[in-house]
Every structure is written in C-alpha cells, then in structure tokens.
C-alpha cells in the first residue's frame, strides 16, 4: 500500500491478510528498497534557466516539514505479490491479437483481457479489474512469472514468495501466515506504445487479479486489535476496491463490518483511506456514505473521483469520461461538494477534513479550515516525488521532465471560480470556497518513466508525510 518515508518513524503494516512490524529507526534497505528508494529525495537543481528547473527550486524552497510529525503509523490491508511487465508482450505471449478495445468491470476471458487492456491502453489510464476465473488467471499468472524482464514487488498476503521478499528486521505475526501467496499481475505500457490500431497518449499501467483474500479483507479486524498495542499516530487503510471481486450481500456485509472496524480504532487517530479504480456504482456510493464520514483523510485520481461523483450523484456526473487532462474547475466543484456533503460540520457526525486529488499533470490537496496545517509543502512534496519516482531517481532531473499542466484556470465551473495563472517561480496557487482551502501545483512528468506502479502510494504517503493535523481534532 502506502511507501513511507523511514527516517522519521518506526512503521507498523498489516498486509492483507497479515501484519508486519517495522521497529528500526531506518526502514530495511534490502527487500523494501526497489518500492522506495525513490522518496529519499534531496535538493532539485538550483537557478534560473527552464520553467521546469525553475519550479524544482521553488519546490525546494517550499517544502519544509511540519512542526509536529508522525511517530508511528500503522498501514493496511491490501497487499499482495505484484508481478510487473509489459502488457503488450504477455498479450502477445498469450497469443492474443489486438482488437479495437472494450472496457469490462469484471474479466472472464483472455479476450476480455485483451479488450479492456487496449480499451485503457487507448485513453493512457490506469485501471484495475477482477479477474473471475481462478484456473485461467493461474495460467495466465504463470507464464507472467516466468516472463523475460518480469519483476516482482513487495506487495502483500503472506504467503511463500512474500515471506521470502521480506527483510529479516520484518516481523510476521504467526496469524498473518497463509499456503498460498495472491498475485497481481500489472501490465505496464509505455507511451506512444501501440497495441493493433491503438497508441498510448501516456505512459500507465492496467492490474488485474483473482485475489479472494484481499477482496473479503481477511484481515481488517486482526490489524484493528493491533493497534491498541501499537499506538499509532496515523492509520493509512487501503482495499476496499477489491471487494468488487465478492458477491452484493457479501459486499453489504463485510461493509457494515468495515466500519465497525474502523470504528473501533481509537478516538483521536487520524485515518487515511486511499481509493483506487473501480466499476461497481452502488458499492462505491456505499463507500461515499458509510465509510467516508468514518475516514480523516482521502487518496484519489481522476479516474476515480469521476466515478465517486458519477455513483454518488454529485457534481458534473453527466461526464461519461475525462476528455484530455481533467478540468481544475470540474475537480475542484467535486472535492468542494465530497467535503460539503460528506465532510466534517457542526451538523453532521463526519471525521472527513481532507482530499488529496492527483492527476497526470496537476495534484490538489483540498481540506476543511481549521484542522489541517503545512498542506502547501505536502502537496508541492507529492508533485515532486510524482516525478521522481516515475523517473527513477533521486532528484528532478529538469532534462527529463516536462509542465504539462495548465498555466491558467478556472478555479470553480459553478460560477463561483476566479481566473489564476500558474507563475513556475510560485508553483502552489492557493483559493478558498466556503470553508474549505484549495492548495493546486503542477507537475513535472517524466518524459521517459521507468516505473508506472505506485505512483498513487508514493504520492499520498509523500503528502501525508508533511502533513500536519492540529492536535486538538
């Protein structure tokens, strides 16, 4: 789930159906390297020069961090073994030929695989779907494992291979155990890459999975009573997408279960949920009204607040889909409406303060007055690692990104928004609406990117890492 910043803390994560304990003051340097490595950021090239170096070193005079930081945090429950490679070869080594692309909220074949892959590989979004067939899932997981150039990530149930993957400083609690690992298979596309009549506008990557574990959330309730031992300042939860894979009333139960959960986690203990893609309208406008109120804190993409708005019946729902770059105006009238609707107030019993919206080219971090502090560093510090991590490397390299975003906008399509441009030597546009601050940056997107998966992660726990939340909520 979530890649966290070791120097500052010791870390607790419960995996799925498993919890792992990390008490070093540094994170372990082997196992967990390869998934961030990248967050060890320093200083972005200094001077004047191109827009882009011009906003690395404004980002760097920007992000400094919070006077009060987190000491301990707990992370859950999504996790699996990732198996990354690239989704036009294994198509190809499935024998797969390339059709016109068709997007499937579950996938029951081959042929369904290679509809919806080419379906997002066209639009250049990330995706990820249920994948039902366990025996042709196996084969296909197989012959990925086994594929020339296939990495494997740390991830998650802990099984074999993910106990393996673990570093030795890592505790995994007898009851986390389980015979089989759950693999993800992650099929990553480069841009201008084409598949038959169709050509990625972006560099992404599309998941799909059988993973029965993750999707009843096995072990939510094993991480919840851990906490009481462990004390955490922050909970970052995760999964609540793969129960797509389970059936209505298991989905309404195991719901109802989940924040039962979270409501036991104690009082005080700011909570993170981070969304990822989903097809499933009326668990997703469950999601909005049961679990939301029950949450501090939001992570999210266009995709998927496209989606929230569409089942929850919010603003701008009539879009079908994003058309190019998603509109600051369109974003910014749905985060204000989750917040207004959803948030935290003096009349409605909601713990939601904060939203961390990131997109391709621009991120905004929208929270509730009051309750949240250093939200300009968090989000300029998210914007950064976007790009490093992309990049694989320590810093930005100004030579291999590019501004993409918009340099003026519309803060509002409600007729409530102002006009603002974008200065590069500025790059945090702040405006406020109703009790609610928006903190807007670029991005620097790398031009070549070498990774693709868990940019989402690295970007919410950047944010959440120089976010500071006011003791007395």
Known sequence: MALWRGSAY?????????CVFLLEPQLPSSALRSLWSSLQLGPALPGPGSPERRLAAAWDALIVR???????????????????LSGVKLLQALGLNPGNGK??????????????????????????????????????????????????????????????????????????????DEFHLILEYQVEEQWGQLTAPHANRFI????????????????????????PDLVVLSGLHMMEGQSKELQRKRLLEVVASISD???????????????NRELMSSIVHQVFPAVTSLGLNEQ????????????????????????????????????????????????????????????????????????????????RVAGTQACATETID???????????????????????TVNPDEPVVSWHREGVSFHFTPVLVCTDPVRTVGLGDAISAEGLFYSEVHPHH
Not at 67 to 73: G, N, Q, S, T
Not at 306 to 332: E, I, M, T, Y
């Open 10 to 18: 010791a870390g607790f994560l419960a995996l799925a159906v498993g």
């Open 66 to 84: 919070p006077a009060r930081r987190w000491r301990r945090v707990a992370v859950g429950v999504n996790a699996c073994v990732d198996v990354v």
């Open 103 to 180: 997007d499937h909220s579950i996938l029951h074949t081959k042929n369904d695989l290679e509809e919806a892959f080419g379906h997002f590989l066209g639009k250049g979004a990330a995706a990820e779907r249920f994948f039902s067939d366990k025996d042709a899932f196996s084969d296909i997981a197989q012959i990925a494992s086994e594929f020339p150039g296939a990495q494997v990530l740390l991830c998650g149930p802990v099984g074999p291979k993910l106990h393996e993957l673990l570093d030795d400083n890592v505790f995994v609690p007898p009851e986390s155990l389980q015979e089989v």
């Open 208 to 231: 799909f999975s059988h993973d029965l574990s993750n999707g009843a959330m096995n072990m939510l309730e094993v991480f919840v009573s851990s906490l009481e031992e462990f004390q």
């Open 265 to 279: 986690i104690p009082a005080g203990v700011p909570i993170h949920l981070e969304l990822a893609s989903m097809t």
């Open 304 to 383: 998927e607040l496209l989606f929230l708005s569409q089942s929850a019946s919010g603003p701008h729902s009539s879009l079908s889909s994003w058309n190019g770059v998603p509109d600051v105006g369109v974003v910014s009238d749905i985060l204000f409406w989750i917040l207004k609707e959803h948030g935290k107030s003096e009349i409605r019993a909601s713990d939601l303060t904060r939203i961390h919206f990131h997109t391709l080219v621009y991120h905004i971090l929208a929270t509730v007055d009051g309750h949240w502090a250093n939200q300009l560093a968090a989000v300029a510090a998210g914007a």
């Open 398 to 420: 100004s030579s291999r990104v590019s501004l993409k975003a918009p340099r003026e906008f519309l803060t509002s399509r409600s007729g409530a928004g102002a006009r603002v």
